[in-house]
Nanobody
Framework: QVQLVESGGGLVQAGGSLRLSCAAS????????MSWFRQAPGKEREFVAA????????RYADSVKGRFTISRDNAKNTVYLQMNSLKPEDTAVYYC?????????????????WGQGTQVTVSS
């Protein structure tokens, strides 16, 4: 079992930045690829970014490429999502996830553990 707790969400103006953190506990953090998903009101949960257990491989949704950066610190059992140049369409609940699949195969159906989510609101 892995417990994931997100933090760092909030309200920001368009063009601003936020950094989300996800602290993991339980089973060995470095055994899992980690990812971020988001879900806007009335929409399905969608993939945002993923990082391999070593941090050597990353993958991003086209909508966030060049603006968001995922990273991890295995010594701190924490994964981060740095979000820059935020847009109103980035408004959503952001979820941290742990997955045994390779980065390229991660989808909402492969996730083994989910966090509870943190709200990000971008005002125009």
């Amino acid at each position: 079992q892995v417990q994931l707790v997100e933090s760092g969400g909030g309200l920001v103006q368009a063009g601003g930045s936020l950094r989300l953190s996800c602290a993991a506990s339980g089973r060995t953090f470095s055994n899992f690829a980690m990812s971020w998903f988001r879900q806007a009101p009335g929409k399905e949960r969608e993939f945002v970014a993923a990082i391999s257990w070593s941090g050597g491989n990353t993958r991003y949704a086209d909508s966030v490429k060049g603006r968001f950066t995922i990273s991890r610190d295995n010594a701190k059992n924490t994964v981060y999502l740095q979000m820059n140049s935020l847009k109103p369409e980035d408004t959503a609940v952001y979820y941290c996830a742990a997955d045994r699949q390779p980065v390229l195969r991660i989808t909402t159906t492969t996730v083994d553990y989910w966090g509870q989510g943190t709200q990000v609101t971008v005002s125009s």
